[in-house]
């Protein structure tokens, strides 16, 4: 018997954090009786229903393999819960070609106590899509920030996920290491035009950090991005830059427009769907790109993604 998607939405949004392992893997079920559950569940928790947008802050981390992203974020964790925040973290792994299920294990990488009622940590693998997000984690980020203070998306850093995070975090944080020029290709090459805030991690390296915070601050400089904060840290004890890097998040969040940008995604991701659906084929028949965009801002602001591509699909079928 499939799980109660009207109940289990109830839940969380009683800020019940025990609803939301069901939930996942509610939206994490092919079988057709789970996924109609999950489409309930999703449209009590959507904006349009809440009249408002989910309050929890959703950060996507992503940086190249080795950038010490699960380090970081163990010390993020600590200090999310010394501040009050409840945090879920939604680690995207790579996929074992054999099972198509996760190549890593989220409890090996990420230091956390498996107690503490108030953070969740969930693997899932990024199946066909490398480098991007499952196909679910967009879903989850959006169920889970209703019920969670702080929800965090973890790339595996490769490929299409930078493209992919950016769609679904309010925030998005690129992690490099020092010396390895990770982060001045992620800027030339246009994966990112702009990430949110940059963090250079093992900033006990020293000078090398310093030279690689200050290269990066002028490369930002030179694309116009002179806000961007570029955060250098140490994550092994003792730590360093960790509540800088809190803060950094923070004022981010405080400083953008939530909901036109969340808006913005969802129909950006409506509309990736429809290509990935349509083709370039269904795309002309709609008028092209730009009255495709029309059509989708003529939608409610607070529709989820399902709802949009369904609307396109009506006016490709009129």
Known sequence: MSPDGAALAARLRERDLDAAPAALNLLESSAPDDRREADVMLTALSPGTLGEEAPGHVIGVTGPPGAGKSTMLSALLAGWRARGRTVALLAVDPSSRRSGGSLLGDRARIDFDAGDGGV??????AGERLGGLARSTAAAAEALAVAFDVVVIETVGVGQAETDVAEVADTVAVVVQPGAGD???????????VPDVLVVTKADLGQLAL????????????LGARSTPVVAISSLPPTSGIEELL??????RDGVDLAARRTGARRTRALREFLAEHGDRGLRELG??????????????????????????????G
């Open 120 to 125: 969740l940590i969930r693997s899932s693998a």
């Open 183 to 193: 982060a001045l290709q992620f800027l030339k090459s246009g994966i990112m035009e």
């Open 211 to 222: 030279a690689a915070r200050r290269d990066l601050t002028a490369a930002l400089r030179s």
């Open 247 to 252: 803060d950094a998040l923070e004022q981010h």
């Open 288 to 317: 092209g790109r730009a009255q495709a965009e029309r059509l989708l801002a003529a939608e409610d602001p607070g529709a989820e993604v399902p709802l949009l591509i369904d609307a396109l699909e009506r006016s490709l079928d």
